[in-house]
């Protein structure tokens, strides 16, 4: 690894700000409450990522926990003044500054319980029964988020996260390697807050979304497949996720990996997406399905039974493959769909009038680019085309806000369907 020692790049950021992302958590305050484990190293790294999405960060420190990460790095971090004592200002009950979410994060062992039995004997456990006030009445939201060896997670602590689970306390789901219930990637807790604070019209309905690649067999070793990667599918699907939607992802293998923590199916092949989107469908009550994957149009009439030897010449026969909207549409009428259409070697007004030749077959909206159209960076044009709008947007963060947003209207006067 080489250097020429060059100083950085200029940044209109300042030494403390940050690159904002998006505004799922604009205006929301969040309660950073970290407690004593080794994990609370990680707290700044957890505020920096809340603020990225827009949050307000106060961080609340246990004397336990500045053992693990100092004062200095947390008020650095959230720029605010870090709470490490109650005073006579009563910081615990954040009266003329309430919460909006009271984060804890890590929560270990001690904490969990004590909170579960209504001890408040620091600055803590103190937040958190005033927290635990204000979520009964419906004035606010609790994260814990668990770390411990696993020699930790026994019979009292299970009772003590089902009573809480009870009392409406968020929980989130540690990462489990090596014996120990360790923290979540700081963007995973970011996406997980911005879920829970999510006041979207989509909050809990069910969704699915395809993605990527839909290669077809020509022997057990060879795949036909396109360059398509799957990152719009991913795009749309996350931003669903943010504003609280119950998503399921289908996505065809390729170049490109969904986050973990978005929920994914990853397919190998044309027939196992076909049956997958099947079989989702079949098994849940979806309302909405968006359907961004690039299918393949042709598959081999007859693949070829092992390997097929190397040089010569090969000569494949290619026939049309299943429509796969056109049956989804045919098995579920009810599903609200977005589908896409992509061209190259036609005007704007030619990719519009297909678009709209395709709503005529009962589609909703149809997402139609062509490969010749691009931003002035290169990115991806898109139009949405429905039977009351067209909508041009530019990037595919655009694209999937603007996904997101028709879903939202159509989604006003619909009743919720639980998975």
């Known amino acids: 690894m080489t250097w020429n020692f060059s100083a950085p790049t200029d940044s209109d950021l300042g030494d403390r700000e940050v690159p904002l992302e998006n505004h799922h958590l604009w205006g929301k305050r969040i309660a950073l409450l970290v407690t004593g484990g080794i994990a609370a190293m990680k707290a700044p790294l957890i505020a920096r990522s809340l603020r990225k999405f827009g949050a307000t960060v106060v961080a609340f420190v246990s004397e336990e926990a500045l053992r693990y990460v100092t004062r200095e790095a947390l008020e650095w971090s959230t720029v ?193 997406y076909l049956g997958k989107v099947m079989g989702e469908l079949g098994s849940k009550d979806y309302q909405f399905g968006i359907f961004s994957a690039s299918v393949a149009d042709y598959r081999l009439e007859s693949p070829f039974s092992g390997k097929i030897p190397s040089g010569g010449q090969l000569n494949l026969n290619f026939v049309p493959t299943e429509k796969v909207i056109d049956k989804v549409r045919e098995n579920f009428p009810d599903l609200e769909m977005v589908t896409f259409k992509y061209q190259e070697g036609v005007s704007q007004e030619e990719l519009l009038e297909i678009a709209r030749k395709r709503l005529e077959k009962g589609y909703q909206a149809v997402i139609a680019n062509r490969g010749e159209e691009k931003g002035d960076h290169g990115e991806q044009v898109a139009y949405l085309v429905t039977k009351a709008a067209l909508g041009k947007f530019i990037g595919k963060k655009a694209i999937a806000i603007a996904i997101a947003e028709y879903l939202e209207e159509r989604a006003k006067n619909v009743t919720i369907k639980k998975i």
């Open 80 to 272: 605010n003044p870090v709470i490490s004592q109650l005073t006579a200002k009563a910081e615990h009950l954040s009266d003329q500054s309430p919460f909006d979410l009271y984060l804890v994060a890590p929560a270990t062992y001690n904490t969990i319980n004590k909170f579960r039995y209504g001890i408040a004997d620091g600055v803590i456990t103190s937040c958190l029964a005033s927290a635990l006030g204000r979520l009964e009445k419906g004035k606010t939201k609790i994260l814990l988020v668990p770390t411990m060896h696993g020699s930790l997670h026994n019979a009292i602590l299970s009772e003590s996260l089902q009573t809480l689970d009870r009392l409406g306390v968020e929980i989130m789901p540690p990462r489990d390697d090596y014996g120990k219930h360790n923290l979540p990637g700081e963007k995973e807790i970011t996406v997980a807050v911005c879920g829970i604070l999510s006041n979207s019209v989509l909050k809990n309905r069910p969704i699915l979304v395809t993605g990527g690649p839909t290669p077809v067999i020509i022997d057990n070793i060879r795949r036909l497949t396109n360059r398509f990667t799957g990152q719009l599918g991913v795009a749309i699907a996350e931003e669903l996720y943010l504003r609280g939607a119950k998503v399921q992802l289908i996505h065809g293998r390729g170049s490109y990996t969904p986050p973990a923590y978005l929920p994914h199916e990853i397919i190998e092949t044309y027939d196992e």
